[in-house]
């Protein structure tokens, strides 16, 4: 998107020249055009991503085609044009979407000239004509708008307009509209209403008093020409005349489709008619929104609202940009015209920046959580946002990412990214005391100190910076930056370092840098440090004091006059008397700060590898700017580009964020920071002029007494008064200014307060929420009303017993801020949920702040609504982990889900006996039985077997007796399959041979066996397994009777609701659905199990009667 930044830097000169109040105005105002044509660009990317690939993004089309304004979408269609070889944003669109909402994104990205030929094809091509489509097109355009009209459909379509409408429209039609495309309408305002009169009366001659007919063309002649105004006179002098409305006339007088275009000239303007058109649209359907909710359902809902909305949802400067263009011309003059205007652009741009930071928000959360493909970090997508801005602007990044997903950018960058590409990331989106103090806390903690860096971050920093510094290590770590560093550069070879680095922290306190250059103490100094450092040994105590007690110009004025005084540099003479990094630390010290940088970054790309830590630190703590005059520099020093020198050492991921922070522009070109610094520099002006005002006054009144002597007296007093009255205004205009400066920066201090305290508060729900999913099972997203229960509460938070009254207290004075988690029951199990905030604001009907609007946070509004009334009698929550589920048992899923317990749900068949299942269940039958399960069953007769139909049971000896030895006893018959029948291999039959529903196959097998079963409740449908703690919390019995109280209802023909545990979600259902009556359970049952008996009948039937056929052959042998 900022690939064309160079020519984007070409519309920068309007303002060149400017100076003062009008400069300011004009530099922001080019600022904003600037971003704005930013957005554009990148609203052109992702409507081109929203359309690759596999499906569309209708939300993403939807917020940029809806949410912006026409003359926005324009620029965007020509960026895309640009980067797409001249294809237009429509054509791109047309296959992407189907119905109302493809037209609804096709027309949008459309030009308005381009959009009405379009209208004018869709009213005339096909079978018949839409008449009110063309008169809708027509009576809204002015003459300039026909005209360009009738042009660009000939230039397009090779075909003439109104050649086109006068083969499609016949009779009076076709006149009415001949006439507008003559584009010879009145555009003035004058009205005449001795015409208006005529007209009138001509109108009444022409229809309603003409015996023989209407004049049609009296009526279009007439109408059609005249403005609006005009219009409205004569159809007011029409109905003082004849007390009848001319539209009423009309409408008699015509058929629909001329009386609905003549009608449209009577309304007041084109907003009026419009109006009138989409009221007849939408007729039927009454003011009753919920019908008209289902009209517009879906992604066209969303599209038609965001259009209608005022400002767009979507819209970049929030409405704002629209006020700006309302505004009267510039004048030079004008103070408080300019004021105004430069109050209105400021507003507009910080509009533009909050939103061009809120898509980089979420930009970041993409690419941390997977880019497109949702697996892992997409760096690249990463660096582009990061390296792409200012540190101002990546705090307005950080603040909305706060907002929007919960926790400080910082966090997210640690736990996707890692190493120095992590340093670097960090490092570009701090700010500069955190920077330093992330800095030195590296350098400082762990096993050992890394020198290098304190010296890097403490030496060319200027006594604000320190200051700064100090302030910001003592806040964020909680220890006084002097200790550490003495601490830490403590011992026996570092005592001149430690000292030099203490001498250096306190020029935070002991050194001005505002102070002007003393040329004899600079010489007083240059003689001092000649002197300690001559003859035997050094005294490196006074050296430390003079160099660390002067600011960076006298520092600069004392090199210059040791160097003239004694033919070598400072430098040099620093590098003989001092060592290691106590050598290093002055010689730092003694270089501009720009000239040390450049040092240090060709010191880490010379040689054998690349000191990744020393570049990151240097880059990483600089700003757009800064790094703009380190590159100058290091080119003047060097001869040769950083950018070039970098790409030679750098790589990977790291060398990517590198070169896109050093090479990279933000949306503005620069221009945020160079408006930053005029505003500044105008403000310093008008202190200046204000703060010596008695002294000016006295001085101007002496010379003016003494130049004008011989002037009137009375002229003086005027011009004094008029001067002073000047002067009082302006001391006025900048203390409301101070004032206000002072509030927006406690405002923005409030802000950043309670964004990271809710965004504390996010993070331990989210802990809790994880705890929970660990302990549980999964989460699942669905809206729910929960009644607040004090002892599920207290049991959910580890409080203990406490009244519900106390439960609640706790909840919304402590519970709340520390994330704590809901847990609450319904008919549909018992679930822990955390609190949904815009629900709950929503439900209460409560404006969510947006932008700088106090509270600044959905959760500090919440805060006020709990605190503020009693105990509500529901809960809003959105996301929910189930401790158990209650439901009625889903037979047929529990059938479909255990496939191998088919042979239950039919009645038992003879079968012989299934050797693999049998050899698996029994293993003695392969070891001691010769692998062979008859000869196993003649010694184990009262075991239990498994059939080949799947049957598992005890054999019936009784079948068997009446089957093959009716004449003999049971005793006899089963000694004569022990003795040799078993080597025949008979087909058997079990006792218990009936067929069985679900719950009896749960409670004589499967309750055992743990097997899981399947429920359906008002929630969805979900799997798990009997939970007795959750049953006997619904029904109030204690978990041990859970079962037997469960299997007694069953028994007794209720059917009570089931709860379970270690639950699976199958299928959650929308929110309006309707479960259906449990009653249908046993129907369901025997609908299930006859088709599965279906499904088995016929291959049972053939065995069967193949097997009758082998027994008959067998008892024949």
């Keep these: 998107a900022l690939s064309n930044a160079e020519a984007l830097a070409a519309k920068r000169g309007e303002c060149d020249g400017d100076d003062g109040l009008k400069g300011l105005v004009n530099e922001i105002q080019s600022e904003n055009e600037l971003l704005t044509d930013y957005i554009a660009r990148r609203d052109a990317l992702e409507v081109h991503h929203a359309c690759s690939g596999i499906g569309t993004d209708e939300k993403a089309l939807t917020r940029v085609l809806c949410g912006r304004t026409k003359k926005h979408l324009q620029a965007v269609d020509g960026h895309y044009r640009e980067a797409h070889d001249g294809k237009k944003l429509f054509q791109l669109l047309k296959g992407e979407t189907s119905g109302s909402l493809n037209k609804m994104f096709t027309w949008r990205s459309m030009e308005l000239v381009e959009f009405r030929a379009a209208m004018m094809d869709a009213a005339m091509d096909g079978f018949g004509t839409d008449e009110d489509l063309l008169t809708e097109t027509l009576v809204t355009c002015s003459n300039a708008e026909i005209t360009e009209l009738r042009e660009y459909y000939e230039a397009t379509r090779d075909k003439s307009l109104m050649q086109r409408i006068t083969s499609e429209t016949s009779g009076e039609f076709k006149m009415f509209l001949t006439k507008l495309l003559q584009a010879e309408k009145d555009e003035s305002e004058d009205v005449d209403e001795g015409a208006a009169e005529e007209a009138a009366e001509k109108l009444y001659k022409a229809g309603v008093g003409n015996w023989w007919g209407t004049d049609e063309a009296c009526f279009i002649d007439i109408l059609v020409p005249a403005n609006r105004k005009q219009c409205a006179a004569i159809a007011t002098a029409y109905e003082n005349a004849r007390g009848k409305s001319l539209s009423k006339a009309i409408d008699k007088e015509f058929g629909g489709d001329t009386a609905n275009g003549l009608n449209a000239m009577l309304c007041a303007d084109k907003v009026d008619y419009l109006a009138k058109r989409l009221r007849k649209a939408m007729k039927g359907l009454g003011t009753d929104e919920e019908a008209i909710g289902g009209l517009f359902e879906g992604d066209f809902r969303r599209a038609t609202l965001a259009m209608v909305a005022d400002p767009p949802p979507h819209e970049p400067t929030r409405g704002e940009q629209r006020k700006v263009d309302e505004l009267p011309p510039i004048d030079d003059d004008d103070a408080d015209g300019l004021n105004a205007r430069l109050d209105l652009l400021m507003v507009t741009n910080d509009a533009l920046k909050e939103h061009i930071a809120f898509q980089d928000a979420h930009e970041i959360w993409k690419a941390c959580n997977g880019g497109w493909t949702g697996i892992g ?55 500069m005391a955190e920077c330093d103090a992330y800095l030195l806390h590296k350098a400082t903690e762990g096993w050992g100190t890394d020198e290098e860096a304190l010296i890097d971050v403490i030496a060319p920093k200027s006594p604000e910076r320190l200051r700064e510094m100090r302030d910001m290590f003592q806040d964020r770590y909680d220890k006084s930056l ?165 790409k030679q050492d750098v790589g990977g991921s790291w060398g990517k964020a590198v070169l896109t922070w050093v090479s990279g522009v933000d949306p503005t070109l620069g221009t945020e920071e160079e408006a930053q610094a005029q505003q500044a520099a105008l403000e310093a002006i008008e202190v200046q002029e204000e703060a010596p005002a008695e002294e000016e006054e006295e001085s101007d009144d002496d010379a003016k007494s003494e130049k004008d002597d011989d002037e009137d007296e009375d002229g003086e007093d005027e011009d004094e008064e008029e001067e002073n009255e000047r002067k009082k205004k302006r001391r006025e205009m900048q203390k409301r200014k101070r004032r206000e400066q002072l509030r927006k ?278 799997e798990g397994t009997f939970s007795e703690e959750g049953y006997a919390q619904a029904n109030e019995i204690d978990a041990e009777e859970a079962w037997d109280h469960y299997k007694s209802a069953r028994e007794d023909g209720e059917k009570p609701k089931i709860s379970l545990n270690c639950m699976h979600t199958l299928k959650l259902f929308p929110q309006d659905f309707e479960v259906p009556d449990s009653d249908e359970e046993e129907d369901s049952e025997d609908e299930d199990s006859d088709a599965f008996d279906g499904e088995h009948d016929d291959s049972d039937g053939e065995d069967e009667d193949e097997e009758d056929e082998e027994d008959d052959d067998e008892d024949s042998d």
């Design 377 to 431: 970090t997409d760096e690249e997508a990463l660096i582009a946002v990061i390296g792409n801005r200012t540190k101002d602007q990546l705090d307005r990044v950080d603040m909305q990412y706060r907002e929007l997903f919960g926790k400080p950018l910082a966090e997210e960058i640690k736990g996707e990214t890692s190493g120095n590409f992590k340093d670097m990331l960090l490092l570009m989106q701090m700010g």
């Design 482 to 646: 002097m200790d550490v560093v003495d601490s830490e550069t403590s011992g026996w070879f570092e005592s001149d370092f430690n000292g030099v680095i203490k001498a250096l922290l306190s020029r935070s306190e002991n050194v001005d840098e505002e102070t002007e250059v003393d040329d004899a103490a600079a010489a007083e100094a240059a003689a001092a440090l000649k002197t300690a450092m001559s003859g035997v040994g050094t005294d490196e105590q006074a050296v430390i004091d003079i160099l660390c007690k002067a600011n960076t110009t006298q520092i600069a004025a004392i090199r210059t006059v040791f160097e003239n005084e004694n033919g070598n540099s400072l430098e040099s003479w620093l590098e003989g008397d001092f060592s290691g990094n106590a050598q290093d630390t002055l010689l730092a010290l003694c270089a501009p700060p720009i000239d040390y940088y450049c040092r240090r970054l060709r010191q880490a790309m010379d040689g054998i590898g690349t000191d990744e830590d020393a570049i990151t630190r240097v880059l990483g703590s600089l700003n757009k700017a800064e790094l703009g005059v380190l590159k100058g520099r290091f080119f003047e020093k060097y001869d040769i580009d950083l950018d070039e020198r970098l």
């Design 745 to 1022: 920066k406690k405002e923005k201090a409030l802000k950043k307060q309670h964004l990271r305290k809710a965004a504390a508060r996010c993070a331990r729900e989210r802990r809790l929420l994880k705890e929970a999913v660990e302990e549980f099972g999964e989460k699942i997203r669905v809206r729910m009303d929960a009644e607040f229960d004090g002892t599920l509460y207290c049991k959910q938070n580890d409080l203990g017993e406490r009244s519900d009254r106390a439960a609640w207290r706790h909840f919304k004075k402590k519970g709340f801020w520390k994330g704590n988690l809901i847990r609450f029951a319904t008919d549909d199990g018992v679930f822990i949920g955390a609190l949904d905030l815009h629900r709950l604001l929503d439900e209460h009907e409560v404006r969510k702040p947006r932008g700088d609007e106090k509270p600044y946070t959905v959760d500090h509004k919440a805060e006020k609504l709990l605190l503020k009334g009693g105990k509500p009698d529901t809960l809003p929550v959105s996301l929910v982990i189930p401790v158990c589920v209650s439901g009625r048992i889903e037979q047929h899923t529990f059938k479909q889900r255990n496939r191998d317990l088919a042979p239950f749900w039919k009645k038992a068949k003879k079968a012989k006996l299934h050797i693999s299942r049998m050899r698996a269940r029994y293993p003695e039958i392969e070891e001691d039985f010769d692998d062979d399960p008859y000869k196993w069953l003649r010694r184990r007769m009262k075991k239990k077997v498994i059939l080949q139909s799947g049957r598992t049971g005890k054999v019936d000896w009784e079948w068997y007796q009446e089957k093959y030895k009716p004449n003999k006893s049971v005793r006899r018959a089963m000694q004569f399959f022990k003795r040799k029948d078993w080597k025949h291999r008979p087909k058997l039959q079990i006792v218990n041979r009936d067929k069985m529903t679900v719950w009896e196959y749960y409670r004589d097998v499967g309750y055992k066996q743990g097997r899981t079963l399947f429920i359906k409740n008002g929630l969805g449908r979900f």
